[in-house]
C-alpha cells in the first residue's frame, strides 16, 4: 500500500509542477501591446494626441525608424496645437473600436486659430505680410523643432528612436525630423502587459513538497519489504528415518570405498566398529568454521542494514534540490504580492486649485532647463559681445543694460565682465497659469559654490508659441530680505492688472511712488509704505547725487556749471505676479537722469578721468552739457490692501544706461 501512495504522489507532484511551469511558458500571453501608425499623406510633422498614448495603462515605448535625424518631443496638447498652427502636420487620435485615425491638418484649415485657447490673438503677435518669394522660402525652410521651449522634454538619435514615456493626461507627442522633410512614417507604439502568474511558483512549492513526501514513502515500502525478507517458498517433506548401516554385510568393494572415506577426514582415526559412519563428527575445526559463517553472516547483514540508510539520503538531497531550484527559480511575477494592493497615501496639497484654474506656464522642470540655457547663452554672449545672440534670450530692462556694457567694454576692456546667471539652485519657480501668449514665468536662483554670488530674482517672458523664453527683469536679492510665500509650481498663479485695487499700491504707481520717495525723502507722503530696505535704497541714490555736486566744488566748478537730477519710471510695463498672501511680487524700472551744464558761455564740461563718459559719447568735453542716465531694476513685495504691513524691497540693480553729450 505504500507503494501506491508514493505513486500517487509522484503523479500528483508531477502535475502541480508541471501546471506551475506551463503558467510561465505555454501558457503566459504576450508582454507588450503593439500599435503601429499608419501615415497615408506625408507632413513634416506628426502630433500624436494624449488619448493615443494612454489608450493602455502603463508606460509608453515610442519606436520611429527613418533616414537621418529623428526628433521626438512632448508637451501640452494645446501649445503643440498652437505650436503648428501655421504648419502641415498628421493628427494621430484614437477613433471607433480602439483604431488609430491619421487626419492630415493642412496649414490653411486654421483648426486651431479659433477653436484653441492656446493660439496668440491676432493683435498680441500679428505676423507680417509676406512677398510670394519670402512664403516659398518659408514653406522650403521650415521650423525646426528642435530647442523650443514648449516642450516639456525632448528626444533626438539618428535613424532609430526609441523613447520610454508615461505622459498624463493633456500631453501629446510631437514627430519630425528638421521641419523641413516629411516627418517618419514608421511609428509604433507598445505598452507593457501584466504577465505576473501568482499561482505559478505556490504551484511548484507544493508540487515539490509533494514529490518530496512521495519519495519518502517510497524508501518506508523498500525499508518495510526488506524487513520481510522477501517472499517464502514451501520446502520439502519430511525426511525418513537414518538407520546404522552394518558393514560387515555389505560388498567388500562398498565396504572399503566407506573406509577409505572416513580414514580421509581429518581427525580420523581409522575405522571403529563401535563408531557410527552416519553420525556427525564433533570437535574444535567444526566449531571454528560455525564461528566464521556466522561473522560472515553478521556482516552482510550489517552491510544490508546501511544500504537502505544511504539509500535513503541519495534520494532525500535530489528531492531537497530540486524544491529549492523550483523555490529559487521563480521571479516576483510568479508569486502572490499581498502589499500591492495598499498604496501608500500621498499627502494632501496645502493649496487647491480652483475647477477653472488654467495650466502653469511651464512645469519646474522645464523652467530650471530653460534657465540653464538662457544663463549658457547669455554668458556666451558676454564672452563674445555678440549683442545679437544675446537679443535671443534678453528683452526690455535687461538688454538695454546688456547693450550698454557692451559698448563700455569695446572702448574700455578693463571693465569687467558681467557675472553669470546662478542655476545651481532654483529656489522658486512662479509660473503664470495661462494658456495663452504672453505668458510670464518669476524664477528665484541662487549659486551654491560661490558666496560672493547673491541670488537673483528675474521675470522672463514667452512673446508666442514660436519664441523663446527671454529674460526682461533682473536684479540681485537683498541679504536682509525676505522672500513672500508663493504659490506651487504645479499649481501657478496670475498676473495683477497694473490698476489693481486689490494691493495696497497698485502695480501701475509703485515706480512713480518711489520715485517721489527718492527725490523728496521723509517729505515725500509715502514715505512711511515702504520698508527700512526701500528707504535705505532712496538714500543711498541722494548721497550719491550730492557726491556728484561736491566732486563739481571740488574741482572748482560749483560756479560755472549746474547739476539737475531726475528719477521717473521707465517705459517698460511693471511684471506683478501674485503671492499666497494676497499680495503681489511686481518687478518695475526706473530711469535715474543725471544732467551737468555750463553756467557759463565760455565755460565747458570736461569729461577728466571718467573713461566710460569718454567711451560712450567719443568725446572729452563738452560745451552744452552731458547727461548720464542709469537703470534700476526693482523687485518689491505689495501686500495686499488693507494690510499693516510695509512695501518690501527684495531685489535692487543698477546698471549705466547711457552718456549723452548735449547738442
Same mark, same amino acid.
Given at each position: 500500500?505504500?507503494?501506491?501512495?508514493?505513486?500517487?504522489?509522484?503523479?500528483?507532484?508531477?502535475?502541480?509542477?508541471?501546471?506551475?511551469?506551463?503558467?510561465?511558458?505555454?501558457?503566459?500571453?504576450?508582454?507588450?501591446? /503593439?500599435?503601429?501608425?499608419?501615415?497615408?499623406?506625408?507632413?513634416?510633422?506628426?502630433?500624436?494626441?494624449?488619448?493615443?498614448?494612454?489608450?493602455?495603462?502603463? #508606460?509608453?515605448?515610442?519606436?520611429?525608424?527613418?533616414?537621418?535625424?529623428?526628433?521626438?518631443?512632448?508637451?501640452?496638447?494645446?501649445?503643440?496645437?498652437?505650436?503648428?498652427?501655421?504648419?502641415?502636420?498628421?493628427?494621430?487620435?484614437?477613433?471607433?473600436?480602439? *483604431?488609430?485615425?491619421?487626419?492630415?491638418?493642412?496649414?490653411?484649415?486654421?483648426?486651431?486659430?479659433?477653436?484653441?485657447?492656446?493660439?496668440?490673438?491676432?493683435?498680441?503677435?500679428?505676423?507680417?505680410?509676406?512677398?510670394?518669394?519670402?512664403?516659398?522660402?518659408?514653406? &522650403?525652410?521650415?521650423?525646426?523643432?528642435?530647442?523650443?521651449?514648449?516642450?516639456?522634454?525632448?528626444?533626438?538619435?539618428?535613424?532609430?528612436?526609441?523613447?520610454?514615456?508615461?505622459?498624463?493626461?493633456?500631453?501629446?507627442?510631437?514627430?519630425?525630423?528638421?521641419?523641413?522633410?516629411?516627418?517618419?512614417?514608421? !511609428?509604433?507604439?507598445?505598452?507593457?502587459?501584466?504577465?505576473?502568474?501568482?499561482?505559478?511558483?505556490?504551484?511548484? #512549492?507544493?508540487?515539490?513538497?509533494?514529490?518530496?513526501?512521495?519519495?519518502?514513502?517510497?524508501?518506508?515500502?523498500?525499508?518495510?519489504?526488506?524487513?520481510?525478507?522477501?517472499?517464502?517458498? /514451501?520446502?520439502?517433506?519430511?525426511?525418513?528415518?537414518?538407520?546404522?548401516?552394518?558393514?560387515?554385510?555389505?560388498?567388500? =568393494?562398498?565396504?572399503?570405498? !566407506?573406509?577409505?572415506?572416513?580414514?580421509?577426514?581429518?581427525?580420523?582415526?581409522?575405522?571403529?566398529?563401535?563408531?557410527?559412519?552416519?553420525?556427525?563428527?564433533?570437535?574444535?575445526?567444526?566449531?571454528?568454521?560455525?564461528?566464521?559463517?556466522?561473522?560472515?553472516?553478521?556482516?552482510?547483514?550489517?552491510?544490508?542494514?546501511?544500504?537502505?540508510? *544511504?539509500?535513503?539520503?541519495?534520494?532525500?538531497?535530489?528531492?531537497?534540490?530540486?524544491?529549492?531550484?523550483?523555490?529559487?527559480?521563480?521571479?516576483?511575477?510568479?508569486?502572490?504580492?499581498?502589499?500591492?494592493?495598499?498604496?501608500?497615501?500621498?499627502?494632501?496639497?496645502?493649496? %487647491?486649485?480652483?475647477?477653472?484654474?488654467?495650466?502653469?506656464?511651464?512645469?519646474?522642470?522645464?523652467?530650471?532647463? %530653460?534657465?540653464?540655457?538662457?544663463?549658457?547663452?547669455?554668458?556666451?554672449?558676454?564672452?563674445?559681445?555678440?549683442?545679437?545672440?544675446?537679443?535671443?534670450?534678453?528683452?526690455?530692462?535687461?538688454?538695454? &543694460? *546688456?547693450?550698454?556694457?557692451?559698448?563700455?567694454?569695446?572702448?574700455?576692456?578693463?571693465?569687467?565682465?558681467?557675472?553669470?546667471?546662478?542655476?545651481?539652485?532654483?529656489? +522658486?519657480?512662479?509660473?503664470?497659469?495661462?494658456?495663452?501668449?504672453?505668458?510670464?514665468?518669476?524664477?528665484?536662483? /541662487?549659486?551654491?559654490?560661490?558666496?560672493?554670488?547673491?541670488?537673483?530674482?528675474?521675470?522672463?517672458?514667452?512673446?508666442?508659441?514660436? @519664441?523663446?523664453?527671454?529674460?526682461?527683469?533682473?536684479?540681485?536679492?537683498?541679504?536682509?530680505?525676505?522672500?513672500?510665500?508663493?504659490?506651487? =509650481?504645479?499649481?501657478?498663479?496670475?498676473? +495683477?492688472?497694473?490698476?489693481?485695487?486689490?494691493?495696497?499700491?497698485?502695480?501701475?504707481?509703485?515706480?512713480?511712488?518711489?520715485?517721489?520717495? +527718492?527725490?523728496?525723502?521723509?517729505?515725500?507722503?509715502?514715505?512711511?509704505?515702504?520698508?527700512?530696505?526701500?528707504?535705505?535704497?532712496?538714500?543711498? %541714490?541722494?548721497?550719491?547725487? $550730492?557726491?556728484?555736486?561736491?566732486?563739481?566744488?571740488?574741482?572748482?566748478?560749483?560756479?560755472?556749471? $549746474?547739476?539737475?537730477?531726475? !528719477?521717473?519710471?521707465?517705459?517698460?510695463?511693471?511684471?506683478?505676479?501674485?503671492?499666497?498672501?494676497?499680495?503681489? %511680487?511686481?518687478?518695475?524700472?526706473?530711469?535715474?537722469?543725471?544732467?551737468?551744464?555750463?553756467? @557759463?558761455?565760455?565755460?565747458?564740461?570736461?569729461?577728466?578721468?571718467? &573713461?566710460?563718459?569718454?567711451?560712450?559719447?567719443?568725446?572729452?568735453?563738452? &560745451?552744452?552739457?552731458?547727461?548720464?542716465?542709469?537703470?534700476?531694476?526693482?523687485?518689491?513685495?505689495?501686500?495686499? $490692501?488693507?494690510?499693516?504691513?510695509?512695501?518690501?524691497?527684495?531685489?535692487?540693480?543698477?546698471?549705466?544706461?547711457?552718456?549723452?553729450?548735449?547738442?
Amino acid at each position: 500500500m505504500r507503494f501506491v501512495w508514493a505513486v500517487v504522489a509522484f503523479v500528483l507532484a508531477a502535475g502541480l509542477i508541471g501546471a506551475g511551469i506551463a503558467q510561465r511558458t505555454i501558457f503566459m500571453g504576450p508582454s507588450t501591446e /503593439k500599435v503601429a501608425v499608419e501615415v497615408e499623406e506625408p507632413a513634416p510633422f506628426v502630433l500624436m494626441d494624449a488619448e493615443v498614448l494612454r489608450e493602455h495603462a502603463g #508606460a509608453q515605448t515610442l519606436l520611429i525608424r527613418g533616414e537621418g535625424d529623428i526628433f521626438a518631443a512632448y508637451g501640452r496638447t494645446g501649445d503643440m496645437e498652437a505650436w503648428l498652427a501655421d504648419a502641415d502636420y498628421n493628427h494621430v487620435t484614437v477613433g471607433t473600436n480602439g *483604431r488609430l485615425d491619421v487626419e492630415f491638418v493642412p496649414a490653411s484649415s486654421g483648426e486651431s486659430t479659433e477653436e484653441s485657447p492656446a493660439t496668440p490673438a491676432p493683435e498680441v503677435t500679428p505676423a507680417p505680410e509676406a512677398t510670394p518669394t519670402e512664403e516659398a522660402d518659408a514653406e &522650403a525652410t521650415g521650423r525646426n523643432p528642435a530647442g523650443s521651449d514648449l516642450w516639456l522634454d525632448s528626444f533626438s538619435e539618428p535613424d532609430r528612436l526609441i523613447a520610454d514615456l508615461q505622459v498624463p493626461e493633456g500631453v501629446s507627442v510631437i514627430i519630425a525630423h528638421d521641419g523641413t522633410q516629411d516627418a517618419p512614417e514608421d !511609428i509604433s507604439i507598445s505598452w507593457p502587459l501584466d504577465t505576473s502568474t501568482p499561482l505559478a511558483g505556490p504551484l511548484m #512549492a507544493a508540487g515539490g513538497l509533494v514529490l518530496l513526501v512521495g519519495l519518502v514513502l517510497y524508501v518506508l515500502a523498500i525499508r518495510h519489504q526488506r524487513r520481510g525478507k522477501g517472499p517464502r517458498r /514451501k520446502g520439502p517433506g519430511p525426511m525418513p528415518a537414518t538407520e546404522p548401516i552394518e558393514l560387515s554385510q555389505l560388498p567388500p =568393494a562398498e565396504r572399503s570405498a !566407506i573406509e577409505s572415506a572416513g580414514a580421509d577426514r581429518p581427525g580420523a582415526e581409522g575405522p571403529s566398529s563401535d563408531h557410527d559412519p552416519a553420525a556427525p563428527e564433533s570437535g574444535a575445526p567444526e566449531r571454528d568454521s560455525d564461528s566464521s559463517e556466522a561473522a560472515e553472516q553478521g556482516r552482510r547483514s550489517e552491510l544490508r542494514a546501511a544500504t537502505p540508510t *544511504r539509500r535513503r539520503r541519495m534520494l532525500a538531497v535530489p528531492a531537497l534540490a530540486l524544491t529549492a531550484l523550483l523555490a529559487t527559480g521563480c521571479s516576483a511575477d510568479s508569486w502572490p504580492q499581498f502589499g500591492a494592493a495598499s498604496p501608500t497615501p500621498s499627502p494632501t496639497p496645502t493649496v %487647491i486649485a480652483p475647477d477653472n484654474q488654467k495650466p502653469p506656464a511651464v512645469t519646474e522642470a522645464q523652467a530650471k532647463r %530653460i534657465l540653464q540655457q538662457i544663463s549658457t547663452t547669455v554668458t556666451d554672449a558676454d564672452a563674445a559681445m555678440d549683442i545679437e545672440l544675446a537679443k535671443t534670450r534678453l528683452d526690455g530692462p535687461a538688454l538695454a &543694460a *546688456r547693450t550698454t556694457e557692451y559698448a563700455l567694454r569695446t572702448a574700455v576692456p578693463e571693465t569687467p565682465v558681467p557675472g553669470a546667471i546662478p542655476t545651481d539652485d532654483v529656489e +522658486v519657480v512662479l509660473p503664470e497659469a495661462t494658456d495663452r501668449w504672453p505668458r510670464t514665468v518669476l524664477l528665484l536662483s /541662487k549659486s551654491e559654490g560661490d558666496d560672493t554670488i547673491p541670488p537673483v530674482i528675474l521675470t522672463m517672458t514667452q512673446q508666442d508659441p514660436w @519664441s523663446t523664453y527671454k529674460i526682461t527683469n533682473m536684479a540681485e536679492m537683498s541679504a536682509d530680505a525676505v522672500f513672500p510665500d508663493v504659490a506651487a =509650481a504645479w499649481l501657478g498663479t496670475s498676473l +495683477v492688472p497694473d490698476d489693481s485695487a486689490f494691493l495696497s499700491m497698485p502695480p501701475g504707481e509703485l515706480a512713480a511712488t518711489y520715485a517721489d520717495v +527718492v527725490d523728496a525723502g521723509e517729505q515725500s507722503a509715502s514715505y512711511g509704505l515702504f520698508d527700512e530696505i526701500s528707504l535705505n535704497l532712496a538714500k543711498s %541714490i541722494r548721497d550719491s547725487r $550730492q557726491a556728484v555736486v561736491q566732486n563739481l566744488a571740488d574741482n572748482g566748478a560749483a560756479a560755472t556749471s $549746474q547739476t539737475a537730477f531726475d !528719477i521717473v519710471p521707465s517705459e517698460a510695463a511693471p511684471v506683478s505676479m501674485t503671492t499666497l498672501g494676497s499680495g503681489a %511680487i511686481v518687478a518695475v524700472s526706473l530711469v535715474d537722469t543725471e544732467t551737468v551744464t555750463p553756467t @557759463s558761455a565760455d565755460a565747458v564740461i570736461r569729461f577728466g578721468e571718467n &573713461a566710460q563718459a569718454k567711451a560712450l559719447t567719443g568725446v572729452t568735453e563738452s &560745451a552744452k552739457g552731458v547727461t548720464t542716465k542709469y537703470e534700476f531694476q526693482l523687485f518689491f513685495s505689495v501686500p495686499a $490692501q488693507g494690510s499693516t504691513e510695509q512695501i518690501r524691497l527684495l531685489a535692487v540693480r543698477q546698471d549705466l544706461l547711457s552718456v549723452e553729450v548735449i547738442k
